[in-house]
């Protein structure tokens, strides 16, 4: 399962437990680089920069976004502002997007999840 990219790290969403170094911890298992948790599994995600966050890099997001009422994005370390046609093509999809650094991200993620919310994330992995 880990060299399929068509399969997910983790079959459910869970909260992530630490992040940093490169990657999150999560539901006893450790993931160097970005996540992307979804309310039906946890991915992982090639996206290393902000400025790639785009349409394609969240199509499992769409994919989904029946069962999602907010993304949240976590950027790394920077701030960053989504292009205006990312943000419409989400409203489209009665997805809100909310965007902060990472460490900001994975704690919102984790109460909103422990609140039994609608809530996904694309998280950028910190050093």
């Not at 993931?31 to 920069?49: E, F, K, N, Q, Y």
């Not at 109460?111 to 609608?118: D, F, K």
Request: net charge positive; aromatic share 8%; hydrophobic share 45%.
């Amino acid at each position: 399962m880990a060299g399929d990219p068509n399969a997910p790290h983790f079959p459910r969403s869970a909260p992530i437990d630490a992040y940093g170094k490169g990657g999150f911890a999560f539901a006893g298992m450790s993931h160097r680089g970005s996540l992307l948790c979804l309310p039906d599994a946890i991915w992982a995600w090639d996206v290393t920069d902000p400025a790639k966050i785009d349409r394609y890099s969240l199509d499992r997001v769409f994919v989904v976004a029946n069962s999602i009422d907010t993304l949240l994005v976590g950027t790394g370390t920077g701030l960053w502002l989504p292009p205006p046609e990312l943000r419409q093509a989400l409203k489209a999809v009665r997805v809100v997007l909310d965007t902060m650094q990472t460490g900001p991200a994975v704690r919102t993620y984790n109460i909103m999840i422990g609140e039994r919310r609608r809530v996904a994330a694309a998280l950028i992995a910190v050093p």
